[in-house]
């Protein structure tokens, strides 16, 4: 079954820094990869779908990339602002169901 | 569409009750997809249905553990006897297809507590 990965656990970064996040999984063969944002005791919602040929999406400041032969994807968020500060999960869907990763958790301190 | 509709929001039951949760997919979503989160294990896939049929149950942890869809607008995640350890929060989502072009909504989610 496909596993996927995040890197890292937890980050912390100043206002205004660019970062990113990593998400891994294990076979390639996939239809898409989606990223997700939680909200401490929220539910999920959607930022960016990757499509299988698509090498990346953009939504504002956010930026998703895929590399499907690496199995992996990042998720790029510019001049971060302390309205960033959740979870961050990628979902990869292939034709047997959806998998999870772990999730970052991110911190933008003011 | 109110999009993935789940009830109850919020579950506090006692050790050894019976726990029903409910999901309504959007209209027109083939999959539906039931997934519990916590902080040990993260988001695990427990079962999912197409078109109304459990397709895969080997995330469900327990014969405790049990999922019908009756239909194309409802499925049930039964939970009998409850136990401490499932406290979660318990996740419904559905897609229209597992394909390229698709994405996954979910719904707000059922807190569920055992004591």
């Known amino acids: 079954k496909q596993e996927v990965t995040q890197i890292p656990a937890a980050l912390s970064v100043p206002e205004g820094e660019n970062l990113v996040l990593n998400c891994s999984f294990t076979d390639s063969a996939i239809y898409n990869l989606q990223w997700f944002r939680q909200d401490p005791g929220k539910g999920l919602t959607s930022l960016l779908l990757?499509?299988?040929?698509?090498r990346e999406q953009t939504s504002g400041r956010l930026n998703a990339s895929l590399d499907k032969s690496s199995g992996r994807s990042t998720l790029y968020i510019a001049a971060s602002q302390p309205g960033d500060s959740a979870t961050y999960l990628c979902a990869v869907m292939d034709n047997n169901d959806m998998r999870f990763g772990a999730g970052t958790r991110l911190t933008v301190k003011p | 569409d109110a999009g993935v509709i789940q009830s109850p929001r919020h579950e506090v039951t006692e050790m050894g009750q019976e726990v029903t949760l409910r999901c309504k997919p959007i209209s027109g979503h083939d999959y539906l997809f039931w997934y519990r989160q916590t902080m040990m294990r993260g988001l695990e896939l427990l079962i999912y249905f197409n078109n109304n049929v459990p397709i895969d149950d080997s995330g469900m942890p327990e014969d405790r553990f049990s999922a019908k869809m009756p239909n194309a607008s409802f499925s049930t995640l039964k939970i009998q006897p409850s136990e401490p350890r499932d406290s979660a929060v318990y996740f419904c989502?559905?897609?229209?297809?597992?394909?390229?072009?698709?994405?996954?909504?979910f719904g707000q989610g059922t807190r569920l507590t055992v004591v």
């Open positions: 989502a559905s897609s229209p297809f597992l394909g390229r072009n698709t994405e996954a909504f």
């Open positions: 990757i499509q299988s040929s698509q």
